[in-house]
């Protein structure tokens, strides 16, 4: 092939042509005139004969060039012009094809998966051996050529990862690998810079010469960092790695059951990477928090799962009725400078805590009660947690997990036992499993629990001489915990040490109230794993148990997935960021390698442009010979031939875009035509386009599960230019920007609506809507202002479409409660007594939407509940769009009756 430029030849030989042009020329300027027509008798031959002899012997110059034009066009299209060629035009080499399929990929997975099969097909066509490299997979065997069709496959059962792809590995695994020869190397990036990065790029330029895409920065990678607890709620950062464009993402937590607890707008400005967001929740709110997640992402790194840290129970600490105004010598004083960062602490007299009963009681020994109100708290399921001192070692109680023996017992004095202790490592059972026993928490006293009683399973924590020194047993409903130290440094340095808040952290996960479970060997077992696209799935079968000491170490990987793990009664979230994580993003070239947009333009063959082109030319050449030979009556075209001709050559180019423009609504009525499709209008916002294209692709599953109808997938419609008539059914999602429509548009939309059409407007802010106070969504008053739509009413309970299909008397989509408006007096209208118009604001598209492997894409607000009757109503409303007031006539309703009676 022949370049120049972004322009190349794939038959190059064929531009010697060109090289004719002057003797075609010189065959033109040798055209004889046409001859004369005159009048015979000769007296009037003569009278007009020329006074001169002068003969013209060439054509008009303009026609040379016009000519000259038209040979220069063919020569060039027969030698198969390509506007940016790709590399299969240089030359055809085996495909080596590489794409990372971690989570940074999910935003653009499904263009990433169409512009990997390209390229197989391109190398199936031409005949070459292809082989596909998953960075994001474990995979440690031999790598080399193979049928593309294996590739093809392999392809189809790629997924996305949780986790970011293993770009070194990727590039040892190819260093090792033998092809031979050259190859033709694509590498479909996620766009993120990780580690490796530079050494896959120098490895992949060694190999060959590379194709390298990225996403644009509409399919770029945006993630969360862990939340920060606040005193009004929590702040969260939010990352992206492409910032060439402002943006604006939701931020939406959600409980267990799925709820919206809380959203938040985050506002990317141009060149901003990280945004924080704050969000006020009450404490009882947030307790019920389990993910923090950005809706318009569906990615692991865009999800935020919560554990036992995130749910600051409330702590009741009892007052001590002796406080002597030296904080530092107050057992309370380490007792909450240690439980701050982790609780809610509410410190007051017993009457006061059983007022409104926290989940966890303090009790340090100079607060010690026999109050039987501890008793019954602990019993309903409240946790205790008490510490000794001299009251305690002198006189017990009940109220224990195991007996005492009278008198502490003391480390170092005179009369001592042994030296002061230090703590003997936690038992892999111990919920403190995984934590390092401080070697600075000397214990110099303590009280000793009677002979046979501290069993292993009542003992969380020993010392070296294996005596008991942190033990709880269960009563009741609820757990007593028993440090045998007092809370302050008089017995023991542990208060001292950063290993006592971690214990007290610890304890307090026994405020749910599960009994605890033996660890697995002081690991963290993984119980929940998030999948790629950022949703809780069963676990691969790669993942491994994470040793407890190593967890806050812990990365996201193929044996480490993100998830939710637990260790006994302790729950723990490895997420794919952790605190002080940066998304970046990678650059236009590295090691040798540069990169393309993934939406960049492919190649354009030049060739049929050109010929048809030239074909005009030609029959515009006839016509102009014709009318020179004096074969058409246009005598004032041969004397301004010049003009005439340069105006034909000006108008070419719009000929030619009408003529493509026509060819386009040519294919867009038969492809809307052929099948049967519902379509949605396109609104210029990628996100929103995409939301509805997967509504009603769900949809039309559901559709084809539930009934007789099989709709092919959804069109998307330019309100402006395409044709509607072709649609049963037309999903119409308004912004509040949304601008007016032109009165050729609203006059296409008035018809539609009244040649039988139905439009379904969807305003999608049923959550905010009552910030608006009573008015008007704007954007669906501009597009409406100019749309001849009858006056409106809430659907009625009786109204057709709450049993077109279903019985429903609701009309949920991602939210509920919205009010849903249709033609006032659909009996009085053109359309048989049907509306051609549903308004409503409940975002079903969301709740409709499913991706390629037909899971939902979006969370709903009520659950797996609510997304059947917004399914239902989907039915409903394709039902309706398809057999109008059907379900309204009751004309056959006596010969039903009159069948059932028999």
Known sequence: MLMLGPLGFAAPLALLGLLTLPILWRLLRATPPPPKRAIFPPLRLLRDAPD??????????????????????????????????????????????????????????????????RHINRADSAGQPAVLLLTADLGSDEIRLDDPDLARRRLEAAVVRAWAPDRANAASRL?????????????????????????????????GRVTAIRPDAGGAAIALTPPEVTPEGFAINVLRSEDSLPRTVTIQATG????????????????????????????????????????????????????DAW????????????????????????????????AELQRANLDTLMENPPAIIVMVDAARSDDPRLADFVDQGGVLIRFAGPRLAARGDDLLPIPLREGGRMFG?????????????????????????????????QVLAEPGTATDDRVWARLEDGTPLVTSARRGRGWVVLFHVTAGPEWSDLPLTGLFPRMLRRTLSLSSGGAPSAAQGGSYAIDRALDGRGRLSDPPASARPIPAQLFEQARASAETPPGLYRTGTVSAALNVLRTGAALRALPAEIGGVRFASLDAPRQTPLAGLLLAAALILLALDAFIALALAGRLAMPRFARGGTVTALAILALLPA?????????????????????????????GNAEIDNRSRAG?????????????????????????????????????????????????????????????????????????????????????????????????????????????????????????????????????????????????????????AVGPNGAALYPVDGGDRQRELAQRFGVNLAMYALTGNYKADQVHVPALLERLGQ
Do not use: C, K
Not at 180 to 204: C, H, K, M, P, Y
């Open 52 to 117: 001169d002899t002068e003969t013209p012997h060439h054509a008009p110059w303009w026609l040379i060039v016009f000519r000259l034009l038209l040979a220069a066009l063919i020569i060039i299209a027969l030698a198969r012009p390509v506007w940016q060629p790709e590399p299969d035009n240089l030359a055809p080499r085996p495909l080596l094809l590489v794409v990372d399929n971690g989570w940074a990929s999910a935003p653009s997975w499904d263009a990433v998966r169409r512009e990997a099969e």
């Open 175 to 207: 260093e090792a690998a033998d092809f031979g020869r050259a190859l033709d190397v694509v590498w479909i990036s996620d766009g993120v810079r990780t580690d490796g990065v530079t050494e896959l790029a120098t490895t992949l330029s060694d190999l």
């Open 256 to 307: 267990e059951d799925g709820r919206a607890v809380a959203r938040a707008d985050a506002v990317f400005e141009a060149g901003q990477r990280d945004v924080r967001t704050t969000i006020e929740l009450p404490l009882e709110l947030r307790n019920r928090v389990s993910a923090i997640r950005i809706l318009e992402q569906t990615s692991a790194g865009a999800v935020q799962l919560t554990d």
């Open 311 to 342: 749910r600051r129970p409330t702590v009741g600490i009892l007052d001590a009725a002796s406080e002597d105004g030296q904080p530092l010598l107050s057992e309370l004083h380490y007792v909450t400078r240690a439980l701050e960062p982790f």
């Open 413 to 445: 004095g005179a009369l001592a036992w042994d030296e002061p202790q230090r703590l003997a490592p936690f038992a892999p059972t111990s919920p403190f499993a995984g934590l390092d026993a401080d070697p600075a928490a000397v214990v110099r006293s």
């Open 655 to 683: 000929l030619t875009a009408r003529a493509e423009a026509q060819d386009t609504d040519i294919q867009f009525a038969m492809e809307a035509s052929l099948d049967l499709r519902f379509a949605y209008v396109r609104t």
């Open 696 to 848: 009603l692709s769900g949809l039309s599953q559901q559709l084809m599960r539930r009934s007789a109808i099989e709709p092919v997938e959804p069109m998307a419609v330019d309100i402006e230019r395409d044709a509607l008539v072709f649609f049963p059914m037309i999903y119409w999602p308004v912004q509040e920007g949304a601008p007016a429509l032109s009165p050729e548009a609203a006059a296409r939309v008035t018809a539609y609506m009244q040649s039988g059409g139905l439009i379904v407007f969807d305003t999608q802010d049923a959550d905010t809507a009552a910030l608006r106070a009573g008015r008007p969504h704007p954007g669906l008053v501009r597009v409406l202002e100019s749309v001849d739509v009858p006056s409106l009413a809430q659907m009625p309970a009786d109204h057709v479409l709450t049993r077109s299909f279903y019985l429903l008397d609701t009309y949920p989509g991602r939210y509920s409660g919205g009010p849903v408006w249709v033609e006032a007096d659909p009996d009085g209208a053109a359309r048989d007594g049907t509306s051609g118009v549903v308004i409503g604001s409940n975002d079903w598209a969301s709740a409709w």
